[in-house]
């Protein structure tokens, strides 16, 4: 299989500078969706046809299985197809899809080609209610002879409601001679991929059709309106499968997944939960309202509380996260793991049933087990230029409002006073404490305003 993506309109109702098919559903750019479409068929070849927005568009998308093709000037589908045809392998055929239709199904895609084989020529065509704009199918005895584009259409053939979707499948050296002889004598003075079909029929070419099992798969995006829609329909979609796996999602409307979301048995997420890159939620976890999750793991029976930020962490079995807590990248909670409001760890280890609760910085950390980190810590781990360690070992007490001054250690079973300011080890077993000795001023007044002369 060729696939030819079309990816070269200009997008002017967008209103953005950005070209159109980078712009982001589900946070992936439309081309992307595309293009994980197709390549769920292991397509020989992918064509990307680009134009308005120049190398923006391949610079961006990055992706090094593509084969990128220049159309300027954008001359119509016909023409787009037509400087893809260098690139086609003759000996497999080629279906063409368009940049800006983000959500077509792989299943769907997998029955245009059945439908298609090797020797005839498959669209996928819908049913509209309102087929307006849209080139219009026109069969004969059933068979499908032509595609009348809408601004060329008489009023018998606006009246026809199934339309064509642009996605095709067809036989690719038949292909490339119907492109050869297209020509743009029609009301848009355009080279219209759809004239190919009357240019099989003519040959005697079978034209087969297939359609999906949902109108959205074969939505086009042309404005932020229409994205916008898009968004809901695949996040639902994303909702309902979720659902059909056994989550409970409180409020399927109000869930957004932007990337992967792997969840086990009896997992609950609560309303308005964002969940980005790749996530995985084990046995029965719950995540509460309004937290957001970016490439995290959390573990079997983890309770994360709302408004909690998870970014590149892993949370252990039991642990209890949130409210307010941030998790930044690198951080490592272990089971039974306590990490409540405006703490913010990154790049830390903590060890099984250690306990931040309250309001602290821990960076560039090493806890280890049943460690208790008071209100108000804070690791000092960074000098300005550099960045150092903190190591805490089992079972030490780190009292509130504590500074400890990387890099630095505190032994296992250590205690640590409230408002010490570590700067050197603090041995095991010990307390430690860093205090100006309290001391109250016997005779001392109150200052009093004195009256105005
Ligand atoms: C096209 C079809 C129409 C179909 C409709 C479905 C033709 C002539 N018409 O119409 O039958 O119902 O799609 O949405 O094919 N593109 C290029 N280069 C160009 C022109 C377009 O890359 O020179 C790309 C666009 O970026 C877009 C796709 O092709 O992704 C379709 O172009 P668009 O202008 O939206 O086609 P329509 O006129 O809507
Ligand atoms: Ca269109």
């Not at 260098?86 to 080609?113: H, I, N, Q």
């Not at 892993?314 to 409001?341: F, K």
């Not at 087990?369 to 007490?397: E, H, L, P, S, W």
């Not at 570590?422 to 004195?450: D, F, M």
Request: proline fraction near 5%; hydrophobic fraction near 40%.
């Amino acid at each position: 299989m060729n696939v030819v993506i079309l990816a070269a309109g200009m997008g002017k109702r967008m209103r953005s500078a950005l070209p159109k098919v980078l712009h982001p559903l589900a946070g992936k750019p439309l081309l992307g969706h595309v293009l994980d479409c197709a390549r769920t068929l292991s397509p020989e070849r992918q064509i990307v046809v680009y134009g308005h927005g120049g190398e923006t568009v391949p610079s961006r998308m990055a992706a090094s299985d593509v084969r990128w093709v220049l159309q300027a000037p954008q001359l119509g589908t016909g023409h787009a197809v037509m400087q893809a045809v260098p690139e086609l392998d003759e000996s497999v055929p080629t279906m063409v899809l368009y940049g800006d239709v983000p959500l077509t199904r792989a299943a769907t895609l997998a029955k245009l080609v059945a439908a298609a084989g090797t020797d005839r020529l498959a669209l996928l065509t819908v049913d509209l209610e309102d087929p307006t704009g849209y080139g219009r199918i026109v069969r004969k005895d059933g068979n499908i002879v032509r595609i009348v584009e809408h601004k060329d259409a008489d009023a018998a053939t606006l009246a026809i409601r199934e339309v064509n979707t642009g996605i095709l499948v067809a036989p690719t050296p038949a292909l490339e001679r119907w492109l050869a002889g297209l020509s743009n004598h029609n009301a848009q003075g355009e080279y219209y991929l759809t004239d190919i079909v009357a240019a099989a029929v003519a040959e005697g070419m079978p034209v087969v059709s297939a359609q999906p099992a949902d109108v959205w798969e074969t939505l086009g995006v042309n404005s932020k309106r229409q994205l916008a829609e898009l968004e809901r329909i695949h996040q639902r979609a994303i909702a309902d499968n979720l659902l059909d796996g056994g989550v409970t999602l409180i409020d399927p409307a109000r869930i957004d997944v932007r990337g992967s979301l792997a969840c086990g048995a009896d997992v609950s997420i609560d309303v308005n939960c964002v969940f980005e890159g790749r996530v995985e939620i084990a046995d029965g976890a719950s995540i509460g309202a309004n937290c957001v999750l970016r490439d995290a793991r959390i573990g079997a029976g983890a309770q994360i509380l709302p408004f909690t930020h998870i970014d590149g962490a892993s949370v252990g079995s039991e642990a209890r996260i949130g409210p307010y807590a941030r998790l930044r990248p690198g951080t490592e909670l272990a089971a039974h793991t306590h990490v409540g409001n405006f703490v913010e760890m990154k790049a830390t280890r903590m060890g099984e049933g250690s306990k931040a609760n309250h309001l602290a910085y821990v960076g560039d950390a090493e806890v280890g087990a049943r460690v208790n980190i008071g209100a108000g810590t804070i690791t000092c781990n960074y000098d300005g230029a550099n960045k150092y360690k903190t190591v805490i070992g089992d079972d030490a007490f780190i009292g509130s409002d504590t500074q400890l001054v990387a890099p630095v250690t505190v032994g296992a079973g250590a205690t640590l006073g409230a408002g010490t300011t570590l700067t050197r080890e603090a041995p095991a077993g010990k307390l430690t404490i860093s205090r100006a000795k309290q001391t109250t001023i016997e005779n001392w007044k109150r200052p009093v305003k004195q009256p105005k002369a």
